[in-house]
């Protein structure tokens, strides 16, 4: 049995500015975790766009510490534009780039929450994803968010 942590635990030494995803990972070592799961909004960088730099340096250093990321945690919805929900196209492409930025980082598992719609499309936005989980052999956990009512 292996020992995995979010780093969502650190949520509010994050928040508060007291660390970074460095120091983060860096605490579940030392508490003896085998592997972490990293909330790509929260945890990387300059997200929604990190530079390569920062991802490498991330993977690096789990590396070095004899660690995994067992899942690249991130959400869809309204989290990428402030002025509109994402279309249905742009939540594919978004899914598919982010797919293959778990495979950079080693993870075997994406876990994509949904805060908003497609909820009503889910299989035609899993249907349109596929293909790509395939291709990375990324394992896509999907979490439908509370609240989210189902259309």
């Known amino acids: 049995m292996k020992l995995g942590l979010s780093l969502y635990s650190f949520g509010a030494d994050f928040h508060a500015g007291n660390i970074d995803v460095f120091d983060a990972i860096r605490k579940a070592a030392a508490m003896g975790c085998d592997g972490v799961e ?8 300059g997200w929604p766009n990190p530079s390569l730099d920062d991802l490498t340096r991330i993977r690096e250093l789990v590396a070095e510490l004899g660690m995994e990321i067992f899942c690249f945690s991130c959400y869809f919805g309204k989290n990428i534009r402030s002025d509109r929900p994402q279309t249905f196209e742009e939540l594919v492409h978004n899914a598919k780039r982010m797919i293959a930025l778990t495979a950079y980082l080693g993870a075997p598992i994406m876990r994509p929450a949904f805060n908003a719609e497609p909820v009503g499309k889910l299989i035609d936005f899993v249907n349109a994803v596929l293909p790509t989980l395939e291709k990375y052999g990324v394992i896509w956990g999907v979490e439908l968010h509370a609240p989210q009512p189902l259309p």
């Open 38 to 45: 990293i909330i790509a909004e929260q945890h990387v960088p």
